[in-house]
Every structure is written in C-alpha cells, then in structure tokens.
C-alpha cells in the first residue's frame, strides 16, 4: 500500500488531494491522507470582507468533511511540527507518520523584514481568526474614542494605518474605509468624520504593483477621492505601542496598525534540504519536485518553480501546481511522463470597495461599476459549494439593503485597548 500525505487544506493542499482522489482514490493500492491544522478551507479572497462586517466569517470557509462528499480520501486535523525527508516521515502532534508521496502546501507567514516591534505592536490579515479579530479591534477603538475627553487621544485611536500597498492592503484598506465612513461612524455620537484617518504606506515607489499600469491611475484615483492618504517610498522603519514611525523620522500616532507588507515561506519549508529562494521558498523543479527527493512536490505559496520562479504568489498558481503534483505522483506510479508546471497569468481583480474595482483579465480591462460586478461573480463563483455562495451572496444583498453589523462578540477584558491606562472618561454617549 502506497501512502500519499498532504500537508495543507488550502488552494493547493486541497487541489492535490481532490485529484488524487479523482484518478487513484478507489485504488486499493494508495491511501490519501490530509492534514492541516484547520478542518476548512478558506477563500482567502474574501477575507477583508470579515473586516467589513459585510460577510459573516463562517461563509468564506467549508468544512474538509463536506468538501469530501464520497471522494476517498482520509482527513487529519493536526499541526505538522518538522518533515523528516530523510526517513520520509512526517511529525504531527500526535506522533510521526510515514509516507511514499509528499505533498508540502502549508502556505506562508508573514515577513516582517526585521522591523523592530512591528511582529508585536501590529495585527495581521492571514486566518479567519485575524480577519475576526481586526473587526473587533475596529470596533474597540471606535468605542473607546467615542467616550475619551482627550482629542490627541480620540485622533490616534481612529488613526488606522495599513502596512503594504500591493493588492491586499488595497482591498483591506477599501473595506475599512466602507465600514468605518458607510456604518460605523454615525453611530458614535462621540466621533467625527474628519478624525477618522486611514494611511496607506508603501515602501516602493508605487502601489499595486502587480496591477496593470493603465488600471493604476484610476485605483489611485479612488483611492485619493475616498480620502485615503496614500504615501508612497515610506518604509516603515518601527512600530511600538499606540503607532509608527517612518523612514526613521517622522512618527505616526496610530490606534491601529495592520502589517499586509510581506510574506516568507513556512517554517517547515524553510527547514527541507536543498536550495530555497529570497524569501525562503523551496526551489523545486519543474515537476514541482524537491532536489534529490523526487518524491516530495512542493507547492503554492511553499514553492519557488525552475520555470516560473516569479510566479505570484496567488490562488490560481497554488490551484494549477496542486493539479500537476497529483498528475505527477500518478504519473510515477503508472510510470507514465511526467508534466511540467509553467506560469500563465490569469489575470489580476482587485476590489476597490463598494461599487468599484479593476480587472485586467485576457485582453478585458475595465473599472467602476462593471468592474466591481465582474469582481464579485467571479468571486462567488470560485467559492467552494452552492450553499457557501447562496449565503455569501445573501451576505452582500444584506449589506446593501441594511447597515452592517458593529457588534463586539468578546468582553471588554480582550480588548487591548482597555488595558491601557486611560484619561479620564466622560459620560456614556
Ligand atoms: C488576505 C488575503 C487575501 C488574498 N486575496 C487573494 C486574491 O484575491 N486572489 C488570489 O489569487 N490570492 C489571494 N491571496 C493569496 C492566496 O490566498 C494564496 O496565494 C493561496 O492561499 C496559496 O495557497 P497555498 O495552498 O499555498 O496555501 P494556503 O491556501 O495558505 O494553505 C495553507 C494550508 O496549510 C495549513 N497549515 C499551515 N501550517 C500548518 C501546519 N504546521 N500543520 C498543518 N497544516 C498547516 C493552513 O491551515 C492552510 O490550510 C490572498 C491572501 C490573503 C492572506
């Protein structure tokens, strides 16, 4: 019996096993095995949605189980802690398991460039549970300056300020601005519009990089028209409690710094044998194989491929070599030749909030309206199960007709916020 272990129920995790379900799970000779820390999967994509109260979190994600339906594969809800490529084990908490094939899809973290207190003092948009958490965090600050008499202290906690311009801190950034300006702040008596201040801070010369150039211009466009202070060629040089500082210079009073500014690859990949790229990727052939371990495939986010070693870093790449990686270890087995993995781009979307967007997709490049629309059914499309996209599409018809939800889960002892000592406070508003 041949067992085949993946490690990750993400784009790519998720792909792989799906196929080898597809073209060898009724086989009596393999077994398929996932693992992932998580039992769902979740549409990244959507995440800054969760930020936006305009989704409820449980819609972006699908239980491992339900994907499964009939396909033959077994599901394990544990952490990997180390790969043991040599003897061809994998350590999970709960012991060491063997395998024949590995698949390695366990994504990445977030890279924090040695920026000091930035890992402390910022927030992160990477789990369900962060996207949750920001919300809250949101939400906290507005209750807290609703009610402080001190108006430097009311500024710095509706000063939000956005690490990374490329598209995710767009995305991010435009959601806050829609719930925040949209929902949030007319029900706080205690704040004004114009203290709410939300930064935008990139350390290259431009934002959104990966978006074509002629689509730029409008999406800083809007960006500018939503007030959204844009600043370019700013490294962030620290961050500490209660702000930032730029450039070793000039300081920024923030309530809320969020750091979307890198990734680097997983600590387990950083840790498998042979050559791995800048920011720590395994460099695998074309097959999406590991050096000397044909046997290992790495992939998504994990994986730095001879053909494509620029690829980004996206769902469809993880999607496309999770399919390849399958084929290939099926290819082994039957002993048939082996498919190569080369990059085709499939285009770029990015949300700009509510009613606008750019799509550069084939020779199509639009934005406004129509963009935003073409964002969202191919969002809603690429969701995992009917029932996921009848209740995200009831989610956004919801958040349209009526005002978002701002409601805190957690008690006050979990906000942060409330640890810290406070001027004194006014009646409640
Ligand atoms: C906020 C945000 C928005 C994004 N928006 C887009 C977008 O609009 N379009 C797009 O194409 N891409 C987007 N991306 C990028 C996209 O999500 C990634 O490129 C893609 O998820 C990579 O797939 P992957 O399979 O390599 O890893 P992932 O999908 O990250 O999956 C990794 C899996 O491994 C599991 N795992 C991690 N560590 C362990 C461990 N130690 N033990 C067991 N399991 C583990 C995780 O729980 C997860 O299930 C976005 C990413 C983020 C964070």
């Known amino acids: 019996m041949k067992r085949i272990v993946i490690l990750g129920a993400g784009f790519g995790g998720l792909e792989a096993t799906v196929e080898l379900a597809k073209q060898i799970g009724d086989s009596p000779g393999s077994e398929i095995l996932l693992i992932s820390d998580q039992n769902f999967f979740m549409f990244t994509p959507l995440l800054p949605q969760i930020v936006s109260s305009y989704i409820d979190p449980r819609h972006i994600v699908q239980a491992v189980r339900d994907i499964r339906g009939k396909r033959n594969f077994r599901f394990l809800r544990d952490t990997v802690e180390n790969i043991d490529v040599a003897a061809r084990q994998v350590h999970v908490t709960s012991g060491p398991i063997a395998y024949d094939y590995l698949v390695v899809a366990v994504g990445s973290r977030t890279e924090y460039f040695n920026t000091p207190g930035a890992r402390e003092f910022s927030l992160d948009l990477k789990t369900l549970e962060d996207g949750v958490v920001l919300r809250d965090r949101i939400l906290d600050c507005c209750e807290h300056a609703d009610h402080t008499t001190d108006a430097e202290e009311r500024k710095r906690l509706m000063t939000f300020a956005v690490v990374g311009g490329g598209y995710t801190g767009v995305e991010l950034i435009t959601e806050m601005r829609d719930f925040l300006f949209r929902y949030v702040v007319g029900k706080y008596r205690g704040i004004q519009r114009e203290e709410i201040r939300l930064l935008l801070l990139e350390a290259a010369p431009n934002v959104l990089n990966g978006v074509d150039p002629l689509l730029r211009p409008h999406a800083l466009a809007r960006l500018h028209h939503e007030g959204i202070e844009v600043r370019v060629s700013s490294p962030v040089t620290r961050v500490f409690e209660g702000g930032l500082e730029l450039n070793h210079e000039e300081k920024i009073h923030a309530g809320t710094v969020i ?15 042979g050559p791995h790229d800048r920011i720590a990727r395994a460099s695998v052939n074309e097959y999406l194989q590991l050096e000397d371990h044909p046997e290992v495939f790495v992939i998504g986010d994990s994986a730095s491929s001879r053909l494509a070693p ?18 290939n270890i099926v290819h082994m087995e039957r002993g048939g030749l082996l498919e190569s993995y080369a990059y085709v781009s499939k285009g770029m979307l990015v949300s700009l909030g509510m009613n606008d967007a750019v799509v550069s997709v084939g020779g199509l490049r639009i934005h406004g309206f129509f963009a935003w629309l073409f964002w969202n059914a191919v969002h809603l499309f690429k969701l995992v199960g009917f029932k996921k996209q009848v209740q995200v599409a009831l989610d956004w018809t919801f958040g349209t007709m009526f005002p978002r939800d701002a409601v805190i889960v957690r008690k006050p002892r979990s906000c942060k916020l409330c640890e810290t000592p406070k001027p004194e406070l006014i009646e409640a508003k």
């Open 259 to 273: 750091w979307a500014a890198g990734v680097r690859a997983h600590p387990l990949v950083e840790a498998l044998p």
């Open 310 to 327: 620029d690829a980004p870093r996206v769902a469809p790449v993880a999607i496309t070599q999770g399919t390849i990686a399958a084929r």
